[in-house]
Nanobody
């Protein structure tokens, strides 16, 4: 059974940092497309950062997080990470990881079939 389990969320002050983890089981993340999404109450799910696999492995980020967020993965541990720095209150949301064999747009939620349950990130003083 394919499972994705997120962790690492919590309450952080504006300007603070968090590292989210997404532990995958039932499949290897090697050669898969994976991404982080977030969804705030009343808003659509939006792509934050992704790793796509085609002829090479590339990372992609939403413009709003470039320079502050870093997506990475540990193939040996089968874990996807999201390092988030300089967090802003408007980034309070449920953060989800997603995976699929191949996607055309790494930040398009419609292209992923496998999702975790999410981890809550709250940025507040």
């Amino acid at each position: 059974e394919i499972q994705l389990v997120e962790s690492g969320g919590g309450l952080v002050q504006p300007g603070g940092s968090l590292r989210l983890s997404c532990a995958a089981s039932g499949f290897s993340i090697i050669g898969k497309c994976m991404a982080w999404f977030r969804q705030a109450p009343g808003k659509e799910r939006e792509g934050v950062a992704g790793i796509s696999v085609s002829s090479y492995t590339a990372t992609t980020y939403a413009d709003s997080v470039k320079g502050r967020f870093t997506v990475s993965k540990d193939n040996a541990k089968n874990i996807l990470y999201l390092q988030m720095n300089s967090l802003k209150p408007e980034e309070t949301a449920m953060y989800y990881c997603a995976a699929d064999l191949w996607v055309g747009d790494a930040l398009d939620p419609q292209q992923y079939n496998y999702w975790g349950q999410g981890t809550q990130v709250t940025v507040s003083s």
